[in-house]
């Protein structure tokens, strides 16, 4: 952590897996690292995937496969280290590679809900940054650009630097905010509103599911304004790989994640199919003359 390898978060992930993965040993009474088999792996599979899916949202189990790439990281280490001979946890991918569900983007009944209720700067900033909530809770002042009209910042997860076009809207709720707080380069732009600390990731979440619960929205989470942002900048006509620079992620990413899953995305490829003008037809029409009089001359 202190080179930049790894982040908090990373860290907090690891230890919630072994916290897990802990309380299955200790139900089985394993104890020793030379009993932990592939067997008894694939057991703590169906016995994860059941705790996670007696939790409301738990979107099907799909944290179990990063619970299990996240173990095999970790006996891997010990492998190296001699302390065991083989890695008993197979290794399966890495998470989100197959993806089953893709993106869940807000849709725009859902957006007019959730802005009509408090903690509009959390909606706008979420809303016009793609910021996974690492990066929002972390944004500092030092990182808007009012001259520019920009904010930049590397992110959190995979440490590239995000250049991001403020909203015209995002830009006068940060302006206001600003004024009002008059605040240090390296004070955080959002905060608790209460104790008007930084405010933390968990605590975001919180503010997010209770925004959504205010206006009426299902499973409202950070996460699925990332969604949000990606899906409109595709729909709005922008590249892959505009939006995979604007979110700090992979092209590869961007086209598994969104352009499959996405609704909204094959409405407007359906529009386009239904334009009357252009097309292979149009382009017919305006070969076919030529074809006719070059055939003409092959025969004279």
């Not at 302006?175 to 405010?199: F, G, I, N, Q, W």
Request: glycine share 6%; aromatic share 8%; hydrophobic share 40%.
């Amino acid at each position: 952590m202190a080179i930049g390898k790894l982040s908090d978060s990373t860290r907090d992930r690891y230890l919630q897996t072994l916290k897990q993965f802990d309380a299955f040993l200790a139900e089985k009474g394993i104890v020793f690292a030379s009993d932990i088999t592939r067997a008894v792996v694939e057991s703590f599979k169906v016995w994860r995937v059941a705790r996670i899916t007696a939790k409301k949202g738990s979107r099907g189990g799909t944290g179990m496969v990063l619970d299990v790439a996240v173990l095999h990281k970790l006996f891997q280490v010990a492998v190296e280290e001699e302390l065991i001979a083989r890695n008993p946890v197979k290794f399966e991918g890495r998470p989100g590679d197959s993806p089953t569900r893709g993106a869940q983007p807000f849709s725009a009944q859902e957006l007019s809900q959730l802005q009509a209720n408090e903690d509009f700067l959390i909606f706008m900033l979420l809303r016009w940054s793609g910021f996974r909530g690492s990066d929002a809770v972390g944004l500092q002042w030092c990182e808007v650009h009012f001259d520019r009209k920009e904010i930049e910042r590397v992110t959190k997860k995979r440490g590239k630097k995000v250049i991001i076009p403020i909203q015209s809207e995002l830009l006068t709720v940060l302006e206001m905010e600003y004024t009002r707080r008059s605040p240090a380069p390296t004070d955080r732009v959002l905060l608790h509103p209460v104790y008007r600390t930084p405010l933390r990731r968990p605590r975001l979440y919180e503010r997010v599911r209770a925004l959504g619960r205010r206006a009426g929205v299902t499973d409202a989470h950070p996460h699925r304004f990332r969604d949000t942002f990606a899906v409109d900048m595709l729909a709005r006509g922008a590249s892959p790989y505009e939006v995979a620079k604007l979110l700090g992620d992979t092209i590869e990413t961007v086209e598994k994640h969104y352009a499959e899953f996405v609704r909204e995305l094959r409405e407007k490829v359906r529009r386009m199919m239904e334009v009357n003008d252009g097309g292979l037809e149009a382009f017919s029409e305006v070969s076919e003359p030529r074809e006719r009089s070059s055939a003409k001359t092959d025969v004279m």
